[in-house]
């Protein structure tokens, strides 16, 4: 029984935050004095909420945080979302998006556990900028060791997340280009949403997809290549074949329309859109000795209520219950 949501899409791409804490202070994202503001689950109750859902018709599944490799026992958490079977009988593909600090010594125990693909988040290709923005000193080399690790253990694609702000690191979109192509990674440029702690937001600050296109374009020209329709990236070819970058643009082209997710945060709420402005107890129920029958019941309710659509940028825009780095992005 797939899972489809009043406006008739099909939710099929599951994200599990498995902890709100994190060991960076991003600027566009962490004030960097509020911790961790939710609790962590065992591992076994994101595993049961994980196995109703594919049972659903979820086919994806993607670990996020928080950074999601400070909890231990990941590995294993792996292990058991790789032996779940989709309605189509095969394993469910399984990702992870991380800030690469820790990722150079677990790539390759992940890869070997069931993880299919890994995005990382990086802001900068320079030590001192990138330190300037995840507001920690020496992360750049420790990141740049789990990008090539990921890439070495098999992890592929390897993809980079960059979100780029105005007057920070608009600058890095022409580096990134080379990156891209040096290191063999598809590096994604995102626009900046309002999901940050610090109220910093401004439609001013977002580098737009027409932006970036056309100042990749003074580095090398870019080709549109076709991307699957639920996907958050358009993508792009550099015109001599060699690399690949995308852009989410939620705020200059959105694609709610087709949106195929739904999320778990770490305590264990549902959240059916990211800017939803109020979540759903999956966990309360399942403490109080609910069946899967009845979880089952409760999943498919909450899915009618899915959001039509973000309103980022219109008068009346209401805030997210929750910032990005509780929600798990
Ligand atoms: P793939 O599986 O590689 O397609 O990854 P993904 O794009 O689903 O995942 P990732 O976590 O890398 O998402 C990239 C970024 O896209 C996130 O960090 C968000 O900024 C943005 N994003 C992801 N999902 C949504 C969404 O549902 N709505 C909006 N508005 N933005 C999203
Ligand atoms: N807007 C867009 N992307 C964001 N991310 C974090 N905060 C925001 C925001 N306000 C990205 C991070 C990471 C992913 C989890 O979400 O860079 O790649
Ligand atoms: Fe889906 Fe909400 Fe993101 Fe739009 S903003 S793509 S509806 S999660």
Redesign the pocket.
């Known amino acids: 029984m797939p899972l489809f949501d009043n406006f008739g899409r099909s939710i099929h791409?599951l994200r599990i935050s498995i902890t709100d804490r994190c060991n960076y202070r991003c600027v566009y994202c962490r004030t960097g004095t509020n911790g961790a503001a939710y609790a962590e689950l065992p591992f076994e109750d994101y595993l049961r909420m994980a196995r109703i859902l594919v049972g659903l018709g979820i086919t994806?599944i993607?670990l996020?945080g928080g950074e999601p490799l400070l909890r231990k026992g990941i590995v294993e958490f792996v292990r058991s979302l790789a032996q779940l079977r989709t309605l189509d009988g095969k394993k469910p593909e399984i990702?992870l998006?991380t800030n690469g600090h820790l990722l150079a010594e677990i790539a390759q125990p992940l890869k070997d556990a069931g993880l299919d693909?890994v995005?990382v988040s990086m802001d900068a290709v320079d030590p001192d900028r990138f330190a300037r923005i995840t507001r920690v000193p020496n992360g750049y080399e420790s990141v740049l060791a789990g990008v090539r690790a990921s890439r070495r253990a098999g992890l592929d694609p390897v993809?980079i997340?960059c979100v780029l702000l105005r007057g920070f690191n608009e600058d890095q979109i022409i580096p990134f280009g080379m990156f891209a192509r040096e290191e063999r990674v598809v590096v994604?440029f995102?626009e900046f949403?309002p999901l940050e702690e610090d109220r910093v937001w401004t439609p001013q600050i977002v580098v737009t997809l027409d932006e970036i296109v056309s100042r990749m374009s003074e580095y090398l020209p870019l080709e549109e290549i076709t991307h699957q329709r639920s996907?958050?990236?358009r993508r792009y070819r550099f015109s001599d074949g060699v690399g690949e970058i995308g852009i989410?643009a939620?705020v200059s082209h959105p694609f709610c329309g087709h949106?195929s997710?739904i999320r778990i945060t770490s305590d264990g709420k549902l959240r059916t859109c990211?800017f939803s402005v109020w979540d759903h107890d999956l966990h309360e129920l399942m403490r109080r000795g609910a069946t899967d029958e009845k979880l089952t019941e409760f999943i498919v309710k909450v899915m009618e209520k899915k959001e039509e659509r973000?309103h980022i940028g219109e008068p009346g825009f209401v805030p997210a219950s929750r910032t990005m780095v509780h929600i798990g992005?």
């Open positions: 791409d994806k993607r996020t990702a998006t693909r995005t993809k997340n994604r995102i949403m996907e958050t990236a989410i939620p949106c997710r990211l973000h992005g």
